[in-house]
């Protein structure tokens, strides 16, 4: 019912900007909060930052300064701006929502998209 699609990842050179995108498909009512998580090898899915219905952020203490997360309600869109990335940036990125559907608006439900690979060479 609700596809969210993530592009923009890549390999890019310590230092360097990335913008991740990620795009919600399907009978969307409303999206009341957008995440973006990620997670490196061996290691557990940590929150990277989050955005609200009105703009309210926000970032995991890693990212502060250096990451912003924006959304465009009219395109069901969330990104995230990543600048001075460092090696440790290194994992798949996963956009996230709290989604409510018409036919059913008062009830949200949690959705992922698929991921994508940011690496951060040295």
């Known amino acids: 019912q609700v596809q969210l699609v993530e592009s923009g990842g890549g390999l890019v050179q310590v230092g360097g900007s990335l913008r991740l995108s990620c795009v919600a498909s399907?009978?969307?009512?409303?999206?009341?909060?957008r995440r973006w998580y990620r997670q490196g090898v061996g290691k557990l899915r940590e929150l990277v930052a989050a955005i609200d219905s009105i703009g309210r952020t926000t970032y995991a203490d890693s990212v502060k300064g250096r990451f912003t997360i924006s959304a465009d309600n009219a395109k069901n869109a969330v990104y995230l701006q990543m600048n001075s990335l460092k090696p440790e940036d290194t994992a798949v990125y996963y956009c996230?929502?709290?989604?409510?559907?018409?036919?059913?608006?008062?009830?949200?439900?949690?959705?992922w998209g698929q991921g994508t690979q940011v690496t951060v060479s040295s």
């Open positions: 399907g009978s969307i009512y409303n999206i009341s909060v």
């Open positions: 996230n929502g709290n989604v409510a559907l018409y036919g059913s608006i008062s009830s949200y439900g949690d959705y």
